[in-house]
């Protein structure tokens, strides 16, 4: 006996109507007739036919479809009657064994061509729309025309689905979904000429104004450079970018480098692959058309012709013209070409995936002594993004990512180096007798006066801190008003010349920070004004000597048991600001931190380290950087990180 089921299936009538667990299942994988509802039962006879517009299955009674025809449907396609209503087919194309297509010229649409090269398990052909026949090229059947079906029996294939076995050739677009696509927007899907390029780029859009930050490589987003590959910074648009990335390697003056796009600064350049504005732009060959590094690195169809100056971009012609008509799941708008998630079919722009931290990959590799290079991005469903995410480079000696390199242990001399500060014996293991007054991180504890500290009996909740008497203190009113006020600090935008802003800010130094007790450890830097992000901090100023004298200066300031600052510049240049230092120096560590040091080249054999802001900072906040130490796996060499910070990393190691 079997028993109603507790689940219960809505039916087409106003009533109710209960299954047994068994058919339910049969019910929600569709095994029932798509005209009657009857669910499908072993024990009964018929004959079946599936619908190849739904894939839902109808008894060959209800759809009246004669013996005659039901044994030419081996070789022909059917669509059951909802699919016939809704797509226009009509039964009688069954039987003639063909399918209706859109194949006559609309108003401003082109005409479907009247061959399609096709392939199919390696066999090619040519399809027919306006007969949706198919004539093979294998050399033995001549100028016979088949149908899709008998086509794909006679080429091998056993998927028995000619709508994704049949390929349009050079693409991996299914022959369907080409003509699906045809149908909808009237083009060819494959195809694109410059016309048919321009009117794409015509088209109304809403402009993506992001924000570029001089931290980071605009292309790679790193933040580590190198003395082979150094980030440089354009004179007038403030884009950094590795000097590899941009293909920019011959240069040697930093300081007045200006990018492609800035060296006419009268024309307005934007990319015609996205709607972002700004950023690394190089010339195509396409006339008064421009792009982005990033959106050309993650279009198969485009490279760079000259791979040492990367430009002119080439290959912008040979970009499906579908790309151009999908709508970007970031920016929501269909302005430029959208790229593919490897997994699945989400379509983004390259640069709006790389602003919103989507896992982009490069896989380089090596087959017969020829390299090849395989760029893959994910969307948000298959890699969580994150707003840290950068380029990840895999080859067969490792993966490279920020600040991170699975590496052998042979590779020891060839390892990516984000170090900057060699040492510094401010911060050792044993705490400090200033960070003993309190448990807890205080970051504005130079800025505010603190009034209780944690006490270390239990029991006792706080205790007052005790504060010398002074007596009423009078103050001018322009050593009060200097506190809080921008008067005497002009602005950096009008310093025409990298070496005038770095004279600037000698001059204004005192006027935009000060040190005092910081709640990270020792002495720390603060903030006297607001700073807004990208600012320039100030400079940090020492002693260039070589490698070998700061490890012998290193050795002589631990046995005299002093606080040592060495901040490497490069593999042979440290600056020594232990005695001829500025306030620089003092700034502390932080895994959060809210500024950056960037190393500018003023020429061959002078460079300047400065610190700017990450983000905004308030006054009285205390300035923080990362040191960036190169990673160490033994244990006892391992620096503690006092910073506190939510993403702390315990070691600055």
């Known amino acids: 006996m079997i028993l109603p089921c507790k689940k219960k299936v809505k039916g087409t009538t106003s009533n109710s109507e209960f299954f047994c667990e068994h058919c339910a299942k049969l019910r929600k994988s569709k095994q029932y007739c798509g005209i009657c509802k009857k669910i499908w039962h072993h024990s009964e006879g018929g004959s079946w036919v599936c619908c190849d517009g739904c894939d839902v299955w109808v008894h060959a009674e209800c759809a009246k479809i004669s013996s005659k025809i039901l044994k030419n449907l081996e070789d022909n396609d059917y669509y059951c009657p909802q699919c016939t209503v809704r797509s226009n087919y009509e039964l009688s194309s069954v039987e003639k064994g063909q399918s209706k297509v859109r194949s006559t010229e609309q108003s401003g649409q082109t005409v479907m061509p009247d061959k399609i090269a096709v392939v199919c398990t390696g066999m090619e052909g040519i399809y027919y729309p306006s007969l949706h026949m198919v004539e093979c090229k294998c050399g033995s059947c001549g100028t016979k025309k088949q149908t899709p079906s008998e086509w794909e029996r006679h080429t091998g294939s056993r998927a028995k689905k000619w709508k994704v076995s049949i390929k349009v050739k050079g693409s991996a677009l299914p022959l369907e979904k080409w003509l699906a696509e045809y149908n909808t927007f009237g083009f060819n899907p494959l195809k694109l000429d410059k016309q048919q390029l321009f009117s794409f780029l015509q088209e109304k859009y809403e402009p993506v104004y992001a924000k570029w930050t001089t931290e980071r490589c605009a292309v790679c987003r790193w933040v580590e450079d190198w003395d082979y590959n150094k980030?440089?910074?354009?004179?007038?648009?403030?884009?950094?970018?590795?000097?590899?990335?941009?293909?920019?390697?011959?240069?040697?003056?930093?300081?007045?480098?200006?990018?492609?796009?800035?060296?006419?600064?009268?024309?307005?350049?934007?990319?015609?692959?996205?709607?972002?504005?700004?950023?690394?732009?190089?010339?195509?060959?396409?006339?008064s058309l421009w792009v982005h590094v990033t959106c050309a690195w993650f279009q198969p169809e485009v490279a760079f012709l000259d791979d040492e100056q990367m430009?002119?971009?080439?290959?912008?012609?040979?970009?499906?013209?579908?790309?151009?008509?999908?709508?970007?799941?970031?920016?929501?708008?269909?302005?430029?070409?959208?790229?593919?998630?490897?997994?699945?079919?989400?379509?983004?722009?390259?640069?709006?995936?790389?602003?919103?931290?989507?896992?982009?990959?490069?896989?380089?590799?090596?087959?017969?002594?020829?390299?090849?290079?395989?760029w893959t991005s994910y969307c948000a469903v298959h890699r969580a993004p994150n707003a840290?995410?950068?380029?990840?480079?895999?080859?067969?000696?490792?993966?490279?990512?920020?600040?991170?390199?699975?590496?052998?242990?042979?590779?020891?001399?060839?390892?990516?180096?984000?170090?900057?500060?060699?040492?510094?014996?401010?911060?050792?293991k044993e705490s400090d007798s200033s960070n003993t007054e309190t448990n807890e991180i205080e970051p504005l504890s130079a800025a505010r006066c603190r009034i209780f500290r944690k006490s270390n009996y239990k029991g006792v909740g706080k205790e007052p801190i005790f504060h010398r008497l002074m007596g009423p203190r009078h103050h001018s009113l322009d050593a009060i008003d200097c506190l809080s006020s921008h008067g005497g600090v002009e602005e950096l935008n009008n310093c025409s010349t990298f070496k005038e802003r770095l004279n600037h800010l000698q001059r204004v130094e005192n006027l935009r920070v000060c040190f005092g007790k910081s709640g990270i450890h020792g002495w720390g830097l603060f903030a006297r004004r607001d700073i807004h992000e990208g600012e320039m901090v100030l400079e940090y100023r020492g002693e260039q000597v070589r490698r070998s004298v700061a490890d012998t200066r290193e050795v002589h300031y631990r046995k005299e048991r002093k606080d040592c600052y060495l901040f490497k510049i490069s593999e042979e240049i440290v600056i020594d600001a232990t005695y001829k230092g500025n306030i620089a120096?003092?700034?502390?560590?932080?895994?959060?931190?809210?500024?950056?040091?960037?190393?500018?080249?003023?020429?061959?054999?002078?460079?300047?380290?400065?610190?700017?802001?990450?983000?905004?900072?308030?006054?009285?906040?205390?300035l923080t950087y990362d040191y960036l130490f190169d990673p160490d796996e033994r244990d006892e060499l391992k620096v503690p990180c006092l910073c506190g910070a939510p993403n702390c990393r315990k070691f600055m190691n």
């Open 231 to 287: 980030i440089i910074i354009c004179n007038r648009c403030q884009i950094a970018v590795h000097q590899e990335c941009y293909g920019v390697r011959n240069i040697q003056d930093f300081a007045s480098w200006v990018c492609r796009a800035c060296e006419s600064p009268d024309v307005e350049r934007e990319c015609c692959l996205c709607p972002v504005k700004g950023g690394a732009l190089k010339p195509t060959d396409v006339d």
């Open 311 to 374: 430009e002119p971009a080439v290959g912008i012609l040979r970009i499906p013209s579908i790309s151009f008509v999908k709508a970007c799941v970031i920016c929501k708008q269909t302005h430029g070409s959208c790229t593919q998630c490897c997994k699945c079919a989400t379509y983004f722009h390259a640069m709006c995936a790389s602003r919103a931290g989507y896992r982009m990959e490069l896989h380089c590799s090596e087959k017969y002594g020829i390299q090849i290079t395989k």
């Open 388 to 428: 840290d995410n950068v380029l990840v480079i895999q080859t067969p000696l490792g993966v490279f990512a920020t600040r991170s390199l699975l590496q052998n242990s042979n590779q020891e001399q060839q390892r990516f180096r984000g170090s900057r500060l060699i040492s510094c014996n401010k911060i050792t």
């Open 585 to 622: 120096r003092l700034i502390n560590h932080s895994c959060m931190p809210n500024c950056y040091a960037r190393i500018m080249s003023m020429g061959e054999e002078d460079s300047r380290i400065v610190l700017i802001a990450k983000s905004n900072v308030c006054a009285g906040d205390e």
